[in-house]
């Protein structure tokens, strides 16, 4: 499974979540659901899923994520630069996600919100005591000029989300007022509520929208210890953090030092935990997995190799067609390259059968759309029907099978025929032409050597049928450039969707998104049909809704060939050293490592006695191991 790269760019997009419809009356909460009630009472003490009493102490070393190999800045909200790992450990927002409930936040920085019976502005009453790390005062205008930057020179994620979201002003030092437009305002309270809180004099000496790495300066539980761009980046825990003893954040943040070290090479990061220059790492690579961890301390018990059950959406990974591009105009010239794809065979030749072919955009959830269309989705696609695909109306459409032996022929005829049909022609050296005398070419865009193995045989079935297809393989900063750009035919992305979508849908498939450079519409995405049926799961009053309106969106889009699936799993492979401890309850929707676990004594000192691990790497070591 590759690394989530786009998915969500920043942990609080993970976290917009919609406001609780239905209210009564507006009055002061503790914290904001989604159609129902909050699990925690204004009097909890702690979330179920942490030990109040973990101890505090100790290092984590892991490695980065998102298939990042570097970075350029500590400002993760902009569209310039590479950010590091780990920024949000530096910021509070208003309110905090409880990662036991599907959509619910409760108070940090705010004790309470207050969200108008209209649903047109909420009111959030900040804690006085809050601080940033340099002792002075969160107040209502560091948070209306958090809103204020994020909205007009944040990335184009954060600004498409926050289209709706007139204004914020500061009653007084402790109260903000944030007030919304439109209709579909179902999300924006939870929205502005999980946003970073900003240091407002900070960024007026330093410009918001430059990358930068000059540590920012935060309210959160950590600080920037130190780093070095492109080895490592190393957080060290606030022991003045004013929210510690917080119901949120009791038995949270139990690492005195949080590290992410860089590699450049998958297979070099995995030799490094082996030796034990770092503690924890999730394994990406199946090949790996079933093979690459055959050693005593694995069958010691010293380094622990786990499957941790994954309950969230599993998203959308595959290779996305730029549908920019006139070549990709033609929808039998998308449906042709899903055909060339043989999944099965790469499962069974180079996954060892770890994964399932992905069919939906909202995969491993209830809002998966399956069989024909119930009579409430029938309800918001016939006034489109005229403007939408018959196929539709029947069962969605699922990615072709094969019987693994590697020989798709069926399949790749297909492909050819879909292909010839749309206007390309046989010429010489068996390359398909358009009228023009042009070949089918077709980059594939990427920077991870890992996945080469899954792509070339990809791009020789692609060869097969006419195409004249390649593996284009750059560094990460040109990747990045070119695909803020658009300026790819197909790369491999993941999106990662929430428990409950909303607004931030129009970032991944709103026809706005497909002409913002940077977005995350890379299949370029614009269908008013695809808009209407956003706006209609951001509308959604119930939770049946909302799986309504998810499933008949996903119909759509999965009849629009705008990629070609990949696979999933429902679980996150991961290895360990035999350090830790953890809750003896997890999260439902997380497994918590850096937020709930912490550094065991008697298990580290055992470890220590047992198996002579590697130092943490020096600068310098790591300079070494990043390049391949």
């Known amino acids: 499974?590759?690394?989530?790269?786009?998915?969500?760019?920043?942990?609080?997009?993970?976290?917009?979540?919609?406001?609780?419809?239905?209210?009564?009356?507006?009055?002061?909460?503790?914290?904001?659901s989604i159609f129902g009630d909050l699990k925690y009472g204004a009097e909890f003490t702690h979330f179920d899923y942490v030990n109040p009493a973990a101890p505090k102490g100790g290092r984590l070393v892991t490695m980065g994520t998102g298939?990042?190999?570097?970075?350029?800045?500590?400002?993760?909200?902009?569209?310039?630069?590479?950010?590091?790992?780990?920024?949000?450990?530096?910021?509070?927002?208003?309110?905090?996600?409880a990662n036991d409930e599907p959509d619910a936040v409760y108070g940090l920085i705010a004790k309470s919100a207050e969200v108008a019976a209209d649903g047109l502005s909420v009111t959030f009453k900040l804690r006085p005591e809050a601080k940033f790390?340099?002792?002075?005062?969160?107040?209502?205008?560091?948070?209306?000029?958090?809103?204020?930057?994020?909205?007009?020179?944040?990335?184009?994620?954060?600004?498409?989300?926050?289209?709706?979201?007139?204004?914020?002003?500061?009653?007084?030092?402790?109260?903000?007022?944030?007030?919304?437009?439109?209709?579909l305002v179902r999300d924006l309270p939870l929205t502005v509520a999980s946003l970073p809180v900003l240091s407002k004099a900070f960024y007026a000496m330093q410009p918001f929208e430059e990358t930068s790495l000059k540590p920012p300066l935060g309210s959160g539980p950590y600080l920037i210890k130190n780093f070095a761009p492109g080895n490592y980046v190393s957080y060290a825990r606030r022991a003045d953090y004013w929210a510690k003893d917080l119901p949120v954040n009791k038995g949270r943040y139990n690492f005195d030092e949080v590290r992410y070290d860089y590699y450049r090479d998958r297979n070099i990061e995995l030799e490094a935990l082996k030796s034990g220059q770092f503690d924890y790492r999730e394994e990406f690579s199946s090949v790996n997995w079933a093979t690459g961890y055959d050693i005593p301390a694995v069958k010691d018990g010293w380094l622990i190799k786990q499957v941790l059950p994954d309950e969230r959406p599993s998203g959308a990974q595959g290779f996305f067609i730029n549908t920019r591009r006139d070549k990709f105009k033609d929808i039998r010239v998308r449906q042709a390259l899903d055909l060339a794809f043989d999944f099965e065979w790469s499962n069974k030749k180079l996954f060892y059968g770890l994964y399932q072919r992905t069919a939906s955009f909202f995969e491993n959830s209830d809002m998966k759309a399956s069989g024909k269309p119930s009579a409430e989705e029938l309800a918001l696609l016939e006034p489109f029907k005229d403007k939408l695909s018959p196929s539709v109306f029947d069962e969605p459409y699922t990615p072709p099978v094969t019987d693994a032996s590697g020989g798709n022929r069926e399949n790749l005829k297909k492909a050819r025929d879909l292909l010839v049909a749309s206007g390309w022609t046989p010429g010489a050296e068996r390359l398909l032409k358009n009228a023009k005398g042009e070949t089918l070419d077709i980059e594939i865009l990427m920077f991870e050597p890992a996945f080469e193995r899954i792509i070339l045989p990809y791009v020789e079935n692609l060869k097969r049928i006419g195409v004249n297809a390649s593996l284009r393989m750059v560094d990460?900063?040109?990747?990045?450039?070119?695909?803020?750009?658009?300026?790819?035919?197909?790369?491999?992305?993941?999106?990662s969707l929430r428990l409950t979508p909303g607004v931030e849908l129009r970032a991944f498939w709103g026809s706005d998104a497909a002409k913002?450079?940077?977005?995350?519409?890379?299949?370029?995405?614009?269908?008013?049909?695809?808009?209407?049926?956003?706006?209609?799961?951001?509308?959604?009053?119930?939770?049946?809704?909302?799986?309504?309106?998810?499933?008949?969106?996903?119909r759509v889009l999965r009849a629009g060939h705008y990629?070609?699936?990949?696979?999933?799993?429902?679980?996150?492979?991961?290895?360990?050293?035999?350090?830790?401890?953890?809750?003896?309850v997890t999260a439902k929707y997380d497994p918590g490592v850096i937020d709930?676990?912490?550094?065991?004594?008697?298990?580290?000192?055992?470890?220590?006695?047992?198996?002579?691990?590697?130092?943490?790497?020096t600068e310098q070591k790591l300079k070494e191991q990043a390049t391949p």
């Open 1 to 32: 499974m590759m690394r989530s790269q786009r998915a969500v760019p920043f942990a609080w997009v993970a976290v917009i979540l919609s406001v609780m419809s239905g209210a009564a009356a507006a009055e002061p909460r503790h914290g904001l």
């Open 67 to 97: 298939g990042a190999s570097t970075y350029d800045t500590f400002n993760q909200y902009i569209q310039k630069g590479d950010a590091a790992q780990g920024l949000d450990l530096l910021f509070d927002s208003l309110m905090v996600r």
């Open 133 to 183: 790390s340099d002792g002075t005062s969160v107040t209502a205008d560091d948070v209306v000029q958090s809103f204020t930057l994020l909205k007009e020179k944040g990335h184009p994620s954060i600004s498409l989300t926050l289209r709706d979201v007139t204004g914020a002003a500061a009653v007084d030092a402790e109260t903000v007022r944030y007030t919304f437009t439109g209709e």
């Open 476 to 495: 990460p900063a040109q990747y990045e450039r070119r695909m803020k750009s658009f300026d790819f035919d197909m790369s491999v992305q993941r999106y």
């Open 516 to 554: 913002i450079d940077g977005s995350f519409n890379l299949a370029g995405i614009a269908d008013p049909v695809i808009d209407t049926l956003i706006d209609k799961i951001v509308a959604s009053k119930s939770r049946a809704e909302l799986v309504t309106a998810t499933r008949a969106v996903d």
């Open 563 to 584: 990629w070609v699936p990949h696979y999933f799993k429902a679980s996150h492979n991961v290895a360990f050293w035999n350090k830790f401890s953890r809750p003896s």
């Open 596 to 617: 709930t676990w912490w550094i065991d004594a008697d298990k580290a000192a055992a470890l220590a006695a047992k198996v002579p691990l590697a130092p943490i790497p």
